[in-house]
């Protein structure tokens, strides 16, 4: 029964991969002093267009991390992608932050910073552009860009809704 759980671990890490974005210790202060805990701020994909970003805090910085890992496995976005790029340019938005997020062709690789970059490998996307606007947060930037991605349409998406042919939209 033992060997049947390790191998069901092994599966789970397997399937998906984690990064950590971000540690920070937090504090409250209470009637008796200060409460120190750490929060951690995991993202974590399959490289074939599945990412979730979680969130947890706990006294000891594994627990935090573990938390996020179960909080970022329970908020997963599947991403449409066009030759290992994203469909179309759009705009994500969290707080006051901005990305904006651009298709790139064949070889331009990710051109991106800190959180945004993070987010962007572990879904598998493999070329794009970003430009990030409003703040440096790697948080806010992160949440941005997942906003940004469960925005996007594909072709067949967007035919439906106006009620045509793919060809049409195409030309």
Known sequence: MRNDRNDYRERE???F???????????????????SRFCAFVAVGNGKGTIGLGMGKSTEIPEAIRKAVEDAKKNLVTIPMVNGTIPHQI???????????????????II???????????????NIRTKSLGTN???NMAKATVDGIKNLKTVEQVAALRGKTVAEILG
Do not use: F
């Not at 991969?17 to 008796?32: F, H, P």
């Open 13 to 15: 890490v397997k399937e």
């Open 17 to 35: 991969t984690e990064k950590l974005i971000s540690v920070r210790r937090v504090t409250k202060v209470v009637k008796g002093g200060k409460n």
């Open 91 to 109: 705009v994500g938005n969290y707080g006051a932050g901005k990305v904006v997020l651009i298709p790139a062709p064949s070889g331009t690789g």
């Open 112 to 126: 991106a910073g800190s959180g945004v970059r993070t987010v962007l490998e572990l879904s598998g996307i493999e």
């Open 137 to 139: 947060n790697s948080i």
